[in-house]
């Protein structure tokens, strides 16, 4: 008992490095363990826990997704969705209550999930020069000439999935930013070269996934490194602070003017129908609102095999589907409206607090895992319009330890 927080940190960060290679079965497995060590910590030395107004937003989802559980007409499918919810709402909660009495530790959290992303940056990039082949149909080749089709990378990540890998990515990432701008303010020069190096390179394998979500994604997390950046570079050095923006800017245009195969799927975003997985989506939108409508109040119940046996009755013929596609509307589909709701009240609220403490507050050290947090968060939520990878635990693991780090500073 004396060691409990040792292993509750201990389970976290094997959370983090189980999720590299692990089925979404072990993650579970070794969050719970995480999840059981804080209950019992709980029971020896009591602590009183108190919610913030966004947590408040959570509970009321949770709540409702109970209700919405109860009444689902697949009551057994529903309830496995449900267990994983609870899950990750738990393991939330595990990660806060551990950083409530030991802050000391959020670099550490933050390299960890860092780590993961570089090494699966490092096996994506290998994938690549290996030509890796498609285990199924990743890509629209129809009208693409041979030298436009990209190898498109997925990692060690399971199922293998370029998409999973390229959410992850989304979400990880900032953590490899984050930590060296953390190890540069430590005045450890040459370990922070090293880490932005290695975010470079994951930064590259995530546009070697041809996951495009995550392209717009990572997009989003550029804007939030250099908005957050210029608290301190604009005033006193906004020639350097400029010439990066451009330096950056004129990199992207580069590599979308040299790559073909990556101007190619960068441009078929744009194609609307004429690509077979745009036009995909749009069919899938079109059942799951249809879905929402005749279940608007409380939903059809959460999770994905729930989600599957009632979309057959309003799938189009050949558009079968595991997911919305996009995570707010299937929030609203498998628990209805009042738990989109509240998903959002806490989503904005999280946001809104973060984005106050890093305008406000003094503490570089503070801004940097706040931003760290916020950007992930903030990319996560913009890579979920178009995709529904943010249910795999890989990312779901990041996400919620993100929102808890915001928790425990803010």
Known sequence: MQNIDKFIFASILAVFFASTVMSSDVIG??????????????????????????????????????????GSSLFHLSLKGFFKTFIYLAFYLSVCRFLKS??????????????????????GLMQNFAHVSEISTWQDVSNLNPEQVMTRVYGT????NPNLLGGYFVS?????????????????????????????????????TGCRGSYIAMLVIICGIFAVSAKYLIKNYRKIYLTLVSAIAS????????????????????AMRQDSSNSFRFNV????????????????????????????????????????????????????????????????????????????????????????????????????????????????????TMAAIIRSLV
């Open 157 to 160: 990540l399971k199922p293998f």
């Open 285 to 400: 939108y079109q059942s799951s609102f249809q879905m929402f409508k005749d279940n608007w109040l409380l939903g059809i119940g959460v999770g994905n095999q729930n989600f599957r046996e009632i979309y057959g009755l309003y799938m189009r013929t050949g558009f079968d589907a595991l997911s919305a596609y996009n995570i707010f509307l299937e929030i609203a589909v498998e628990s209805g409206i009042f738990a989109l709701i509240a998903y959002m009240g806490f989503l904005i609220t999280l946001i809104k607090n973060a984005v106050i403490h890093i305008l406000k507050s003094d503490d570089i050290k503070s801004v940097i895992f706040v931003s760290t947090a916020l950007i992930s968060i903030c990319a996560v939520s913009v890579h979920g319009l178009v995709d529904t990878v943010f249910f795999r635990p890989q990312i779901q693991v990041v996400f919620w």
């Open 29 to 70: 497995y070794i969050s719970l363990i995480t999840v059981f060590l804080t209950v019992v910590k709980f029971l020896v030395k009591p602590e009183k826990f108190e919610f913030k107004t966004f947590e408040l937003w959570l509970l009321a989802y949770f709540m409702i997704v109970i209700i919405s559980l109860a």
């Open 251 to 270: 990199l992207a245009v580069l590599a979308l003017v040299s790559s073909t195969s990556l101007r190619a799927r960068v441009l078929s975003i744009f």
């Open 102 to 123: 030991d802050k000391s530790k959020i670099p550490y959290i933050i390299g960890a999930i860092g780590l993961c992303a570089g090494f699966e940056g490092i096996v």
């Open 172 to 208: 990880a990432v900032p953590c490899l930013y984050g930590i060296s701008a953390f190890l540069f303010t430590e005045k450890n020069y040459k370990l922070s070269i090293c880490t932005l190096i290695l975010s470079l390179l994951t930064t590259l394998t995530l546009f070697l």
